[in-house]
């Protein structure tokens, strides 16, 4: 079965710095996809970044990259050069691609808070 | 490039009343998608349409929840009638296929926020 694991409830960062937003995931398909997104208080899910199980380099995004350890089913996102703007829920998510294509799936979400 | 509409974006009702939400998706995408999220908690797919044929409802509790998607355009989620439980927020998302590609393909609305009293 699939799942999405987020460990960090709720994390703080100072402007202009990096933050890594955990992301661990479970699956026995080798064809799937990883995604993040951001959920402002507006409540729209905005579509952040994307990797394939067969990416070979990570995926980055302007300010976000994501980072992809397979072995470990690790997919952390990364945001360098944090802004006040970047305070949102984050969810990352998966989708199999495999014999049963499911829908995406995602995990708990974390809370990023930046400081000024 | 409009995005995809949802109405209400706020509902409050009584426990055991009937609620309905309305999704508009971008114009030329052929799959929707409900889900709902609950406070704390990721979305959930409910249902998904293929232009105007369900694909997957296994989720949906179909006991109290509805779903229509006329035409293969607007669709319409329903709940008769709301528990306490069901208050949360519902999202709306569309996608140009049935995600048989790779990347981003779905796209959400801002969402209904449903309070159940």
């Known amino acids: 079965a699939q799942k999405i694991t987020q460990t960090q409830p709720g994390m703080f960062v100072q402007e202009k710095e990096a933050v890594t937003l955990d992301c661990t995931y479970d699956?026995?398909?080798?064809?799937?996809?990883l995604f993040w997104y951001k959920q402002p208080s507006s409540g729209e899910m905005i579509f952040l970044i994307y990797q394939g199980s067969y990416d070979e380099q990570n995926a980055t995004e302007g300010r976000y990259s994501l980072n992809f350890q397979k072995a470990r089913k690790s997919a952390n996102l990364v945001i360098s050069a944090s802004q006040l703007g970047d305070s949102a829920m984050y969810f990352c998510?998966?989708?199999?691609?495999?014999?049963?294509?499911?829908?995406?799936?995602f995990g708990k979400g974390t809370k990023l808070s930046v400081k000024p | 490039e409009a995005g995809v509409a949802q109405s209400p974006r706020y509902k409050i009702i009584e426990k055991r009343q009937s609620v309905a939400f309305w999704c508009n998706p971008i114009?030329?995408?052929?799959?929707l998608y409900w889900y709902q999220q609950i406070l704390g908690q990721g979305p959930k797919l409910l249902i998904q349409f293929q232009n105007n044929g369900v694909v997957d409802d296994s989720q949906l509790p179909k006991d109290r929840f509805s779903a229509e998607r006329l035409k293969g355009v607007d669709s319409t989620l329903k709940i008769q009638p709301a528990k306490l439980e069901d208050s949360a927020v519902y999202l709306c998302?569309?996608?140009?296929?049935?995600?048989?590609?790779?990347?981003?393909?779905?796209?959400f609305g801002p969402g209904t926020r449903l309070t159940v009293l």
């Open positions: 114009s030329g995408h052929a799959t």
């Open positions: 699956t026995s398909d080798q064809s799937y996809g």
């Open positions: 998510a998966m989708r199999n691609y495999g014999g049963s294509q499911g829908n995406l799936i």
């Open positions: 998302a569309s996608s140009l296929g049935p995600m048989g590609g790779r990347g981003p393909e779905q796209f």
